[in-house]
Structure formats: C-alpha cells, structure tokens
C-alpha cells in the first residue's frame, strides 16, 4: 500500500462546484455592495482630510491611522438586501454591477447612502425583470393564440363562397335586369295579404 493514497491533497480536485447560481449571484453583490461601501468611505475619509487640511492648513495625515472599516450595514438590511438580491437572475448580475457603479461614480455618496444606492438598483433590476417576464408571457399568449386563429382561418378558407351565386334578391340585381322590383320594401320583411294567395 503505497502512501500517495493516504494524501488526498496531491490528487487533482475532481468536484465541480457545488454552489446554486443564485448563491452565487447573492455573494457577488454583496461583494460588490462591500467594496463600494468601502471605497465610499476611503472617499470619505480623505474628503475629510483635504477640509481639515485647508480649514487648519496643516497635514496631520500622517500622525492618524484609521480602523479598516468602521461602517457596516445592519443585520436586518443586509438581509433584506440578500433577500432582493436572490430575484436577480444571473444574466442580470453584470449589469446590475454596471449601473450601481456608475450611479457611485455620478452621485459619490455618502457611507450611509450606498445601501440605498444598491436597494434602488436592485428594484429596478427585478421590476425590468419581471415586465421582461410579462412580456414574454403576453407573446406566448399571442403565438398561442395565432396558431389557434390560423388554424381556423385555414379550415374555414375550404369553403368556397361564390358572390354571384345567390338565392338572395337584391335590387340592383332588378335594375340590371331592368325588371320592376317587387311591392316590397327591401329592408322590411315581406307580407302578403289572404288575397293574394
């Protein structure tokens, strides 16, 4: 019995990933929620820095140090946005990402803000989603509904009609023919009295 079987870790990793796609797309927003709630606050921090430099006109950057991240968004949003994150399909992950950067990049918000910023995003993300999803729907409903439409129209294109073969008279048929039309009038039902019989 050779001893390579008894280390696993010199074998090549056979599993493929396990993880859901939607856990997927939940941990890859809410990395993207973090790094910009950090970067907010890196920006946040030096805007802080440049006024207190030009309010004193002296540099004591040097001499601070400041925690890793000190702002964190509370347990019960981050899982209410995990929560809205789940209704993102995966071919709607990039763009997701896209538009909230470049809402950060036009608006710079603040710390607090970002949140918000990235819950607006979400919601507009899934109402697109969901009147993509309508709209898809109504055009199954409609495709449905053509084939149905065709299918009667084909089988009603088998009878014939023919317009000049007609039991009904009109008055144009006696003006063509230059007879006199009958005591009736056309639009009304004809009666005929006992004695005409």
């Not at 950090?38 to 440049?50: I, S």
Request: net charge positive; proline share 6%.
């Amino acid at each position: 019995m050779s001893l390579a079987s008894w280390f696993r870790w010199n074998e090549p990793p056979n599993r493929i990933s396990q993880r859901n796609p939607t856990e997927m797309v939940v941990e890859t927003l809410m990395m993207e929620l973090s790094w910009q709630t950090k970067q907010a606050e890196k920006q946040q921090r030096e805007r802080e820095n440049e006024y207190r430099k030009i309010k004193t006109g002296v540099d004591y950057g040097w001499l601070v140090s400041y925690p890793k991240q000190s702002y964190d968004i509370s347990p019960g949003e981050r899982l209410q946005l995990e929560d809205m994150c789940t209704k993102i399909h995966p071919s709607y992950c990039g763009p997701v990402i896209l538009r909230f950067r470049q809402l950060i990049a036009e608006y710079e918000p603040e710390v607090q803000e970002v949140s918000r910023l990235f819950r607006s995003v979400l919601q507009e993300a899934a109402e697109k989603i969901k009147e993509e999803e309508e709209a898809k729907k109504l055009a199954r409903q409609w495709n449905t509904k053509n084939k149905t439409s065709l299918s009667l129209t084909t089988f009603k294109s088998r009878s014939r009609i023919s317009p000049f073969i007609s039991d009904i008279k009109t008055i144009s048929e006696d003006v063509e023919r230059g007879t006199q039309p009958t005591r009736r009038v056309w639009s009304m039902p004809e009666f005929r009295n006992a004695k005409d019989y």
